[in-house]
């Protein structure tokens, strides 16, 4: 990346000598695969009361994002709200995630279930 007039190959190297991405001399920001559900196959939707239907974006669980992200309150005084973009309550598990999307800690969904009719 450039910055200014130098060139830094990697995050931790530009960190390193501009002292960005830090808060209190903590290292704050992440590269890698977010690990989303379908990163671009969002589709379009024309409804905005349909937004909450949008599930491309969701961290997987394996997603580096899932408690990564910063307390905003703590360190900068901006209340973050209480709930994500899915209108998950924040933080899920005393940490936020980083992005719209906070994973909810709990068992996985079922899979494979049957209904019966009688
Ligand atoms: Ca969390």
Redesign the pocket.
């Known amino acids: 990346m450039k910055w200014g007039d130098a060139t830094y190959s990697t995050l931790s190297a530009w960190r390193d000598a501009t002292g960005q991405e830090t808060v209190g001399g903590i290292n704050t920001a992440l590269t890698g695969n977010p690990t989303l559900t379908d990163p671009g196959g969002g589709g379009t939707i024309g409804d905005p009361y349909q937004l909450h239907t949008l599930s491309a974006y969701r961290l997987l669980a394996v997603s580096p994002l899932?408690?990564a992200?910063l307390d905003l309150f703590s360190e900068f005084g901006i209340q973050p709200g209480s709930r994500d973009f899915y209108g998950n309550s924040l933080?899920?598990?005393?940490?936020?995630?980083a992005g719209a999307h906070?994973?909810v800690?709990g068992p996985a969904a079922p899979t494979g279930l049957r209904i019966r009719v009688p």
């Open positions: 899932i408690d992200g933080p899920s598990t005393g940490m936020y995630d906070e994973v800690a």
